[in-house]
């Protein structure tokens, strides 16, 4: 059901509610948008995520039997696929879109993973102090007003020693060259799928156009935060975590997957086949190994789309 006018002109005035509505809306939808899956594609990338910040010889013996707490979990992407790959026994996804929590919690349980899940707000948890063993979340941060609030949180409900992992967070200069891009493409694509020989096969109705232009308004009230690296982790320590550390993830595969994503919501749903997702899919991935295995080397961790945050709690 699309965003009625009402709602978008409430939501565009308070960020808890723009993500509940935008979130809501998505939830069932979010995983084709965003070609997510629970298959060994995406449980390689989650853990891919979690090593580079997390390195295997920081990971102990006990994180395959760890209580996983899982903040803006949307439909459960990142905590499903670690489980997955062998990190945690138990977990829990949060959101405070409760249409995020319930795909979430079936796709757990669809997956036979030993999950629950609760409608709450990444500020004011609803765990006991010290009762948690590894707190994670992908593209959560920039949604939250009060980072110094979650880093508190999350802090006090790990127990001693305690790990959390944070990853998907748009950079500052990242974000800027992402955001080019997709209007940019956005631009193009409507456009030249209007043009008669395109028309019939890849132009999506007006009407669509329009409410897809709708809902990503609210992007630029739900997408609050960019991070600089330093400055990101320095928020981290003083709510109380040691150990703090930042990776950055994906230059030329940010600057190649943005304009993709775009161009595929600009156009008719199965227009582009299974061909272009295989071309899509594969670009990507060369491109993730020449930033992580060669432009890490050379280029400032800042100019990178995403940082990853690991800490502890003491």
């Known amino acids: 059901m699309a965003i009625t006018q009402e709602e978008f002109e409430l939501a565009k005035k308070d960020p808890k509610r723009a993500n509940i509505v935008y979130h809501d809306w998505e939830s069932e939808t979010y995983d084709d948008k965003w070609s997510i ?3 060994q594609r995406c449980v390689d990338y989650a853990r891919n995520c979690f090593d580079q910040v997390v390195p295997k010889k920081f990971q102990g013996p006990d994180l395959a039997e760890a209580m996983v707490v899982e903040l803006g979990s949307g439909t459960g992407f ?3 696929n670690l489980m997955q790959s062998g990190i945690g026994s138990t977990g829990i996804v949060t959101d405070l879109s409760a249409g995020m929590v319930s795909v979430a919690s079936r796709n757990g349980l669809g997956l036979k993973l030993n999950i629950s899940g609760a409608v709450a707000d990444a500020e004011n948890l609803p765990f006991s102090s010290g009762s948690v063993d590894l707190v994670i979340g992908h593209a959560v941060l920039h949604h939250v007003p009060d980072l110094d609030a979650v880093f508190a949180e999350v802090i006090r409900i790990l127990r001693p020693g305690g790990r959390f992992v944070f990853c998907g967070e748009p950079t500052e200069k990242g974000d800027v060259v992402a ?24 132009s999506r109705p007006e009407h669509e156009l329009a409410a897809s ?18 400055r990101l982790a320095r928020i981290a320590l003083r709510n109380g975590a040691v150990d703090v550390s930042t990776v950055t993830q994906e230059l030329m595969a940010s600057w190649f997957g943005w304009p993709v994503r775009t161009f595929e919501s600009s156009v008719k749903p199965g227009a582009l086949g299974w061909g272009w997702a295989s071309f899509a899919f594969g670009t990507w991935k060369k491109l993730e190994f020449l930033d992580r295995n060669v432009m890490s080397k050379v280029v400032p961790d800042e100019y990178f789309y995403n940082v990853c945050i690991t800490g502890t709690a003491p």
């Open 179 to 202: 955001r080019a891009l997709s209007r940019l493409t956005w631009w193009v694509s409507t456009r030249l799928t209007k043009l008669p020989p395109l028309v019939e096969k890849w």
């Open 37 to 39: 899956s629970y298959d």
């Open 213 to 230: 232009s709708r809902e990503q308004a609210l992007e630029s009230v739900v997408d609050i935060h960019t991070f600089d690296p330093d």
């Open 78 to 80: 990142f905590l499903l």
